[in-house]
């Protein structure tokens, strides 16, 4: 007998921002053959200590999605992302993961669609960021973003071990790089061109959270806290974004590709406003026109443009097909919320009303 650990992570009922929990289960795994989904038993736990249920009935359910390797247990243990199931076998309300399943299922993905997601977070020390002094501000904004030196940089060892972390449990990151606020970082996660990955909306949101999971855990280790809060610090300085990249087969196709982009613009400026409720918590904060954001009640789009709402990347632009950078996310949105809503926008199965007052829009 083999006994590893599991360590169940499912999203939580904490509002405005959904949260991450786990607890770990001890399996018996087998050893003559490669260990499968359904070798994690569904398990429950007490919804009303995670804002999901009330204390007279509390017991909800934990479906195995998804798994991959533990990076910190090492060989044998495995990170297994959940669903949250009602005991009558219906998705949790807070279960937004089945969203994305039923948007794909509906129809949306025969458009094969990809996503990919620019993560920013910032690491504080107490309350203030790294990098900050305990009383007053750093230089201004400008050494700081893809920086070198002990005066520009904060937190790279946490960044690495993160990095390396997420790398070793066979996530799909394919960057990393200091951000404009002092202590700020981002990485990425989504399409890398390797044999056998599959960029789509489910697997790139997996690999999302889970690397969102282990940056909360490995930052236990150094005594720093990440934040994903959308505007961490007040005044003149960035705040942070949840890009998300996004592209359909005839996106991607030099036949077909500008064309489609556009159009997938066009749907999109029509439901701003049901994608800026979204899109996460703190969006007013972030969306000024100032700091690399549109204005949160403008659409705009542009060519390499890092102010619009939608940006067009210069590469995609010259060779005619790509994917589009929707940079109105914030840091704290939830993946599959976001996948979502642009699947539905511009894939077609959102029948709502469109906006009927009239969108500022510039080219």
Not at 46 to 56: E, K, L, N
Not at 107 to 130: A, D, H, K, M
Request: charged content about 20%; glycine content about 10%; aromatic content about 8%.
């Amino acid at each position: 007998m083999t006994l590893f650990q599991a360590e169940y992570i499912w999203q939580d009922g904490s509002r405005p921002t959904q949260q991450l929990r786990s607890k770990s289960r001890i399996v018996n795994l087998p050893g003559n053959r490669p260990v499968g989904k359904g070798d994690f038993a569904t398990w429950s736990f007490d919804g009303s200590s995670t804002y999901q249920a009330i204390g007279s009935d509390s017991d909800l359910i934990l479906k195995p999605v998804n798994f991959v390797s533990d990076p910190l247990r090492g060989a044998g243990n495995f990170l297994v992302l959940c669903e949250v199931f009602n005991p009558d076998d219906t998705p949790h309300e807070t279960n937004t993961r089945a969203r994305l399943r039923q948007a794909l299922d509906s129809g949306s993905g025969q458009e094969e669609p990809w996503v990919g997601f620019e993560q920013e977070y910032t690491l504080l020390q107490g309350r203030l960021p790294l990098g900050f002094p305990d009383n007053g501000y750093p230089a201004p904004q400008g050494p700081y973003y893809c920086g070198v030196g002990a005066g520009n940089v904060f937190g790279r060892p946490v960044v690495e071990a993160h990095t390396r972390a997420s790398l070793t449990a066979g996530l799909m990151i394919y960057g990393i790089n200091a951000e404009v606020l002092p202590g700020q970082w981002e990485f990425q996660v989504g399409y890398r061109g390797l044999a056998g990955e599959s960029p789509d909306p489910l697997t790139v949101s997996d690999h999302l959270l889970f690397a969102r999971w282990l940056l909360f855990r490995i930052s236990e280790d150094f005594g720093v806290s990440p934040t994903l809060a959308a505007k961490p610090v007040k005044g003149d300085w960035n705040g942070s974004g949840m890009h998300t990249n996004f592209s359909t087969k005839t996106m991607r196709d030099p036949q077909t590709g500008l064309q489609a982009i556009e159009r997938a613009i066009q749907a999109l400026e029509t439901k701003h406003d049901e994608h800026i409720g979204a899109y996460g918590d703190g969006l007013e904060e972030r969306l000024t026109g100032l700091h690399e954001t549109c204005a949160i009640n403008e659409f705009r789009k542009g060519v390499a443009d890092r102010g619009a709402s939608i940006r067009i990347p210069t590469h995609v632009a010259s060779r005619g097909c790509g994917y589009l950078e929707d940079r109105r996310p914030a840091a704290n949105a939830d993946p599959y919320v976001v996948s979502a809503r642009i699947v539905e926008t511009v894939c077609g199965n959102d029948k709502r009303p469109q906006r009927s007052h009239a969108l500022q829009h510039a080219d």
